[in-house]
């Protein structure tokens, strides 16, 4: 039993080797590029390994950075990335304000603001506004 368990394995091993044929690649007049089992007559042809895998895809370096040369241009360029941020910043505070004032909008229906001083409770109407106005500004403003 194991003498024909291994000879069916070796079999197998070397059948896959037998069956692979000879790959030919060529390129006509009209360059087309053509694949074949046989190579064309008067023609140039190369051989394909078709038992090697192909190449892996060489990795993708990221370039270095490129370091600035002016040192105005790079006082600039931190002046820059600061302001934006804390525009940022800015943004995620005035994004979380907005989002609470909606909650507080939505799920109060009895609000009161200070006008001149004084409270006073707004109507629904009024309420209906402020949610549809806070909804757009959160959309336009907050990612």
């Known amino acids: 039993m194991r003498h024909m368990i291994l000879t069916g394995s070796l079999m197998l091993a070397l059948s896959a080797t037998a069956m692979a044929s000879q790959v030919y690649k060529w390129v006509d007049d009209n360059g087309v590029t053509h694949f074949g089992a046989q190579p064309p007559q008067g023609q140039q042809s190369t051989t394909i390994n078709t038992s ?25 360029d931190k ?14 505070k005035y994004c979380e304000e907005a989002r609470t004032n ?24 009024e309420r209906q506004e402020r949610i549809s106005e806070l909804k757009k500004s959160i959309t336009e403003t907050c990612k």
Do not use: C, F, H, Y
Not at 67 to 75: F, N, S, V
Not at 79 to 92: I, L, N, S, T
Not at 118 to 125: A, G, K, M, Q
């Open 52 to 76: 090697a895998p192909p190449p892996a895809p060489a990795p993708s370096v990221p370039a270095p950075a490129v370091e600035q040369a002016d040192p105005e241009q790079a006082a600039i």
């Open 79 to 92: 002046k820059v990335k600061q302001d934006v941020a804390k525009q940022e910043a800015e943004r995620k």
């Open 102 to 125: 909606l909650a507080q909008l939505e799920n109060n229906p009895r609000v009161r603001v200070e006008v001149e001083g004084e409270l006073r409770r707004i109507d629904e109407n």
